[in-house]
């Protein structure tokens, strides 16, 4: 899988990336998802983040 990207704009900071995928996504500052530094971007888990996502602000 392609690395994971978080729109900044479509974000809508739900946090729901996060809880799903943790060792991929957190919570910036400013309230809106990113992908770590370091993440595991093999993580089984990065599919389920961009499917539960509920405004589509993640793509790989």
């Known amino acids: ?7 900044a704009d479509l974000c809508v900071s739900c946090g729901l990336c996060s809880q799903v ?4 996504f957190e919570m910036g500052g400013d309230g809106v998802a990113a992908v770590k530094d ?6 089984d888990c990065i599919q389920d983040a961009i499917d539960q996502c509920p405004v589509g602000a ?3």
């Open 1 to 7: 899988m392609a690395s994971p990207t978080v729109d």
């Open 21 to 24: 995928c943790d060792e991929v």
């Open 38 to 43: 370091g993440a595991n971007l093999g993580a």
């Open 58 to 60: 993640i793509s790989a």
